[in-house]
């Protein structure tokens, strides 16, 4: 994420509004929505899933292994996921929305990221 300069007289709330609306957009910040998507029998539940930008995925692991949830494309990674564990991402504006586990790249999913 690039890293933005917020003036002294922009604060609080108003500054992080500043500061993402030209990452996400105005609204999305407002609309975002969490999805959870389950590690299961080494696959990705459900592998692929309509979001938007600026929308939170969740991802947790019900395997014994350890799992990522990494985009093809290096735009993000969570960290390893143990056992009962959660890892969350921020849906970026931009990519493609393939992911595979770092581990296991034969686990593929994919974010399918709607247009504004």
Known sequence: M???IV???VCGAAA????LAPAFG???????????VAIEHFA????SIEVDAGDTVVFTNRDIAPHTATATDGSWTTKDIANGKSEAVIVPAK???????????VMKGRLIIKAP
């Open 44 to 47: 990705f539940d459900p592998a």
């Open 95 to 105: 990519g493609d929305g393939a992911y595979i586990c770092k581990y296991h790249p």
């Open 16 to 19: 992080l509004a500043v500061a």
């Open 2 to 4: 690039t890293r933005m």
């Open 7 to 9: 003036p002294r007289s």
């Open 26 to 36: 105005a609204s999305a910040a407002a609309n975002a929505k969490t999805i959870e």
